[in-house]
């Protein structure tokens, strides 16, 4: 009987605040690298050049970090966002490069060059964090080589970095590198090598800004939306790096050397703000598809509203949208009924399945939107939750159903039962009162008369009204057994047990009193369950009656007999179609509980019912 009750749950677990704490600790520990790196640069150039100097180093390092801890806030995003949070602290380490040490200094000229291969990554691995492209791969791997043996590589043969760049404010009086391993540069090392590695520089990057741009074109609309800040803040980088490298190598003195400097630093903090600015507008887009969706696709998943909210939200016009019709059929969003998905040339698939897995929607849409997981996922969760909320509110309208017409036949049943009462009570015990009523006035005039005859005629009277009197009890009890009310539900189906034809076997479990509708719900469906048995089931040689209370009262009456084979429509021991239980599992439903039925050839019957106690008090 303990599997039939409800298990109880545990509390939910709490939500962490880890994350928070994180980004926080990232933020707080970010705040005070800039604070260093900029009093640090202030204290070390002349004081025309802090401003300009120290906001670039300013820029460079807080800008990537906001822009990574707004990143990592969204999952999908986490890896290109702690990517970010680690470029702003690696360009932290340009500020050496006002050092007047040679050491210090030598590291942060060294570390200004990490900003290409940094800039490379992030432009080929956003929004996702990944570099899936293989031709994005090949160019990252290409400057990386070229990082090592042109820049970092050369840092051991030359005597002094190259003049007027952003990351250094010094001209004629730097500090001597320290990594030099020989005792004199060579030739070619600035003759050769340096304008070798800057012309392969500008090639690379305007090779990844071309590639970002077939990304682009490439892409759904909506992912260009993301992408375009990125491609313009890039191609205005890419360009701004090309003519400061160009006028340097020609005139390093001329006055468009130092404005060039300038602007390409800003460029570097610009191009992490454009990233900054394609989360935030992609969070925009994405929020404005999901709300569109969660707005029409709130009253159940209809195949032509989602069908053009989707084409709306996602500028694809050709979208087109399936609901699913059983395992294998499909409907389309005419209401059409296909038998194969109908995906054309060109056109990508993506099925919508539930939590067990079946299919429920499919779409077919143009290509790239596949590899938007994120806002694949956000669109395949909002139609998942809205089937489940069409299932739900379905399952509830047919129960609603169900209780109207119970709730009717239990009407239509006490109107049927008043009638019986009037009909047996003008019949019987009102005929029995009108012929006492005669019987009397005769006695009363024997009386007279004789004596002796007189009381022989009132004795008769005397047991006529006793057998009246019995008739009106049995009527009662039929009505409402007063041991009911008196003494509680396990003393009346005790008392149950002296007026049938066989051994009926009691057991309570933590029973106690409840509402008066409660205790006669299921006294009348133990009752009646009980008739059956005795009824349908002639060679049962017993019956039990169990009874269970905790938040639910569940109750079983179950025999030995012979059994019977349930019909096809209550399978599911719902009872939609068996009229001869119907009234027990109608007295059930009317205080909120439920019956079911199992019973098979061979193996008796079972009728098993609960009944919910949260909403009702104990008395």
């Known amino acids: 009987m303990s599997a039939l009750l409800p298990a109880e749950r545990g509390p939910a677990p709490t939500t962490s ?6 980004a926080a600790t990232i933020g707080l520990i970010g705040a005070a690298v800039c604070a260093v790196s900029v009093t640090f640069i202030v204290r070390s150039v002349p004081a025309d ?15 990537p970090i906001a822009a990574g801890l707004y990143a990592i806030q969204v999952p999908e995003n986490v890896r290109f966002g702690l990517a970010l949070i680690a470029t702003g602290f690696a360009w932290s380490l340009t500020a050496l490069g006002e050092s007047e040490a040679s050491l210090p200094y030598s590291v942060g000229r060294v570390a200004a060059w990490l900003v290409f291969p940094s800039l490379i990554f992030l432009m080929t691995a956003f929004p996702s964090g990944r570099v899936t492209r293989g031709v994005d791969r090949t160019l990252f791997r290409a400057l990386n080589g070229l990082l090592v043996l042109g820049y970092i ?77 990125v491609l313009l803040a890039s191609g205005a980088s890419v360009g701004l790096l090309a003519a400061f490298l160009v006028v340097r190598r020609s005139d390093p003195s001329a006055p468009a050397v130092e404005t060039l400097g300038l602007l390409w630093g800003l460029c570097v903090a610009g191009l992490a703000a454009a990233f900054w600015v394609g989360l935030v507008r992609r969070r925009l887009l994405v929020g404005d598809v999901l709300a569109r969706l969660t707005g029409q696709l709130s009253d159940g998943v209809d195949a032509g509203r989602l069908r053009d909210v989707l084409r709306t939200a996602l500028c694809d016009p050709t979208l087109d949208v399936l609901v699913a019709d059983g395992p294998v059929r499909w409907l389309d969003s005419c209401g059409r009924r296909v038998g194969r998905l109908p995906v054309a040339a060109g056109r990508e698939l993506t099925i919508i399945r539930d939590d067990s897995g079946v299919s429920v929607v499919a779409l077919v849409h143009a290509p790239g939107l596949r590899g938007d997981e994120e806002l694949l996922g956000a669109i395949s969760g909002i139609v998942r939750e809205a089937v489940r909320h069409h299932e739900v509110t379905t399952r509830l309208a047919a129960t609603l159903r169900q209780l109207e017409q119970s709730r009717r036949r239990i009407a239509e049943a006490a109107d049927l039962e008043r009638a019986r009462i009037e009909r047996d009570l003008h019949d019987g015990a009102q005929q029995r009162l009108m012929m ?36 009106l009890r049995a009527l009662a009890h039929g009505v409402y057994p007063p041991i009911l009310s008196d003494r509680g539900l396990e003393e009346a189906l005790r008392s149950l047990a002296a007026d049938v034809t066989v051994p009926l076997h009691l057991q309570t479990i933590g029973l106690t009193r409840q509402p008066m509708e409660i205790e006669t719900a299921v006294y009348f469906t133990c009752l009646e369950a009980v008739q059956n048995a005795i009824k349908h089931a002639p060679t049962a040689t ?8 905790r938040r639910t009262l569940a109750l079983e009456v179950r025999d030995d007999g012979p059994g019977f084979r349930l019909p096809v429509e209550s399978l599911d021991g719902t009872l939609r179609s068996c009229s001869g239980l119907r009234n027990m599992r109608d007295r059930l439903e009317a205080v909120g509980g439920s019956l079911s039925i199992d019973s098979a050839p061979g193996r008796g019957t079972r009728i098993i019912g609960l009944v919910p106690l949260d909403a009702h008090a104990s008395v």
């Open 17 to 22: 605040t880890l994350h928070r704490r994180l």
């Open 49 to 63: 050049e802090a401003v300009g100097r120290g906001t670039i180093e300013l820029l460079v390092i807080s800008v």
């Open 153 to 229: 590589g050369s840092a051991l043969f030359v005597e002094h970095y190259p003049e007027h760049t952003p990351w250094a404010t010094c001209l004629q009086d730097c500090p001597p590198n320290a990594f030099l391993v020989l005792d004199s540069e060579p030739a070619f090392m600035e003759s050769v090598v340096q304008p070798l590695r800057e012309l392969f520089a500008i090639l690379l990057f305007a090779a990844v800004v071309g590639s970002m741009a077939w990304r682009w074109r490439a892409a759904t609309p909506l992912r260009r939306r993301t992408l375009l800040p």
């Open 436 to 471: 006492l009523r005669i019987r009397l006035s005769l006695a009363e005039e024997l009386l007279r008369t004789d004596p002796v005859g007189g009381a022989d005629a009132l004795h008769e009277l005397g047991t006529e009204a006793e057998r009246t009197l019995e008739e």
């Open 542 to 549: 017993a019956v039990w009656v169990q009874l269970e209370q």
